[in-house]
């Protein structure tokens, strides 16, 4: 199937990104707005997985040079002679720390995303077996469940503690 892009930005936004192509056929990469108006009968096609695809490894890219900026960051080593300016400086090291921590989080998540959509089994609610959806899957690319099975995940943790 080939998809065809009609809007200038969009067809930018193809330039930027490489296409794939295989044997038979040629996926361009979409936008997120014509992404959205796809009927659903082409949920999760090879477009969409593509764009996804793309997205998470941009994602993971980003994840990554973070990753490695912090590292150097952190290498640096900077003599203040004030006991104020020490703390500051520890605290913002701190706060890097956590941020990568949750990063790193992200990243096997992000990990998982693409293994998934290797497997096609992405774009696939892992409780309910049913769509996911894709407003929700822009908003989050790393959403293994449905936002109702989310919201009972969640209530299940806040009643029970899980």
């Known amino acids: 199937m080939t998809v065809k892009t009609s809007s200038p930005k969009a067809a930018g936004a193809s330039a930027k990104t490489a296409s794939k192509s295989s044997a038979a056929t040629k996926v361009v990469q979409l936008s997120e707005a014509e992404l959205l108006k796809m009927s659903e009968k082409d949920y999760m096609n090879k477009s969409q997985l593509e764009f996804f695809r793309q997205k998470l490894e941009t994602l993971k890219d980003d994840l990554l040079k973070n990753a490695s900026e912090t590292t150097e960051h952190?290498?640096?080593n900077i003599l203040v002679p004030d006991p104020a300016d020490r703390a500051t400086i520890e605290e913002e090291h701190a706060l890097e720390l956590r941020t990568?921590?949750?990063e790193r989080k992200l990243l096997k998540k992000v990990e998982q995303a693409l293994a998934r959509i290797e497997s096609g089994e992405y774009g696939w609610c892992e409780e309910t077996g049913e769509p996911i959806g894709?407003?929700?899957l822009i908003a989050r690319p790393t959403a293994n469940l449905s936002?109702?099975?989310q919201e009972r995940r969640?209530?299940?943790q806040k009643l029970f503690g899980d």
Do not use: I
């Open 74 to 76: 952190l290498r640096e």
């Open 100 to 102: 990568r921590d949750r």
């Open 134 to 136: 894709l407003s929700r």
């Open 147 to 149: 936002l109702e099975a």
């Open 154 to 156: 969640e209530l299940r």
